[in-house]
């Protein structure tokens, strides 16, 4: 059985990182597919060029290529050591940036923006497989867009994901280190494209369930998921079990270190899930599984830049179809609502994007008086079965007494109590929260 072990950003930003991560798969004789995100920083300067040339800047999109390249030579030059490997390593690197500064010369378009952004990946995995040639580890490199791609909906094609890797890997079958791209895929028009920003961790999941994986690792510089935000509270600790429902709430309400999306594939297929830390490779992490291992608060993360809509009804005192009506407006301008909560007369739901917001109120203006509040977090308190722990409602209320909270949402799901609260009270709530929940 194959093990999917996917790499983040940061643990192969430095060649020294990348020499750890050899050292990381080659430690037992297991099969494995190992996905590679870019190097930290790639990606987000892969957008600063196609920002560029979106807005007509060759000179600023130049420069950024220019200083990516450096920074590409000089990771080489600690990458291998071999004169041979080095050749070999900046020829590569040679013909993504010349592919970069050919770019320059042409009309932008979204296909070729997809194109730029898909170069962090093709050169992290193929400078991977040149070091492992140097310390001579066998392997072989699956190119992700021979098997990778998304349907009409940017939806991954599992079947046809399935099908096409397990060719690959039968073709493969004498080598135990498969290596291959995090992020990129090809869309239904054959272009290249990709799962959203921090897809690597799809990509991971959605081999995982294709390959029948025994486990998906997925590999990052913290010891799991926590308990709350690390970056905002003092005091955290991993969390060593959640269920596959658990962590995509997680994922989704905030938790930085999974994409929101990608715990789907591998929990239809039931392949366990682990969060890992490179920098301490034998700790637990975090498992994440069918079960959920105990009842109770798990965690809680928070979501910002939200908008609150609340529509409160001219007419009817419990028409019917109102909601159908109200719903309608957000399924046209394909905008998913985060959380609603509805009184006899109005109805107040969330949304994270404002890309349509102004032809949203306006649809929905005919309804009756429509309020908008930006700036607003979601707080999630996540857990198993939370509405039957003991004086649940009670400890967060008194914990959030000073809180002006503004929405609650309770009941639509047997693992989720989510809170809306001004952005300005995100840090004091995750705080008190900590406290109050957690007792830490
Ligand atoms: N390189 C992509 C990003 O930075 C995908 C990933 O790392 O998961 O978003
Ligand atoms: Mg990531």
């Known amino acids: 059985m194959m093990k999917v072990m996917k790499f983040g950003g940061t643990s192969v930003g430095k060649p020294e990182r990348m020499h750890e991560v050899a050292k990381l798969i080659t430690r037992n004789a297991d099969s494995k597919i190992v996905v590679l995100s870019a190097l930290s920083g790639t990606t987000n300067s892969l957008v600063e060029i196609s920002n560029f040339l979106a807005h007509g800047n060759r000179e600023g999109a130049k420069n950024t290529i220019e200083k990516l390249h450096q920074h590409y030579k000089a990771f080489i030059q600690a990458l291998v050591q071999k004169e041979e490997n080095r050749k070999n390593a900046n020829q590569i690197i040679d013909e993504h940036f010349e592919f970069l500064n050919i770019i320059l010369r042409i009309s932008f378009s979204e296909a070729l923006n997809k194109d730029i952004l898909a170069q962090g990946e093709l050169m992290s995995t193929k400078l991977f497989c040149v070091y492992l040639t140097e310390i001579g580890v066998d392997h072989e490199l699956l190119p ?5 791609s998304i349907d009409a909906n940017e939806e991954p094609q599992l079947g046809a994901i399935r099908i096409k890797l397990n060719d690959l890997i039968r073709k493969h079958a004498d080598k135990k280190i498969l290596v291959t791209q995090g992020y990129i895929c090809r869309n239904v028009r054959g272009e290249v494209d990709n799962l959203k920003r921090g897809g690597s961790d799809y990509t991971a999941s959605l081999i995982a369930a294709a390959s029948n994986a025994s486990v998906c690792e997925i590999w990052t510089d913290i010891d799991g998921m926590h308990n709350n935000d690390p970056r905002i509270v003092n005091k955290t600790v991993a969390i060593e079990q959640l269920s596959f429902d658990e962590a995509a709430e997680l ?13 789907w594939p591998a929990q239809q297929e039931n392949v366990p899930v682990k969060l890992l830390n490179t920098m301490q490779p034998d700790a637990p992490g975090t498992v994440i599984t069918k079960e959920a291992g105990s009842v109770g608060v798990k965690a809680v993360a928070a979501k910002d830049g939200i908008i609150a809509i609340k529509i409160k009804s001219s007419r009817m005192l419990l028409a019917y179809g109102f909601l159908r009506k109200v719903f309608e407006v957000f399924e046209k ?23 349509f917001l102004e032809d949203i109120v306006r649809e929905l203006e005919p309804f009756g008086t429509v309020d908008v509040d930006k ?26 007494n000073e809180v002006p909270v503004t929405m609650v949402s309770y009941g639509g799901s047997a693992h989720n109590i989510s809170l809306l609260v001004p952005q300005d009270y995100k840090t004091k709530t995750l705080q008190l929260l900590n406290a109050g929940l957690f007792g830490l």
């Open 333 to 355: 301008y394909k905008t998913s609502i985060d959380m609603i909560t509805t009184s006899e007369v109005a109805v107040s739901v969330t949304i994270d994007s404002d890309l």
């Open 144 to 148: 992700a867009l021979e098997f990778m």
């Open 375 to 400: 700036g607003q977090t979601i707080v999630s308190i996540v857990g198993n079965e939370i509405a039957q722990t003991d004086h649940v409602l009670q400890k967060l209320f008194d914990a959030l």
């Open 251 to 263: 994922a989704y309400f905030g938790a930085k270190i999974l994409h929101p999306t990608c715990i």
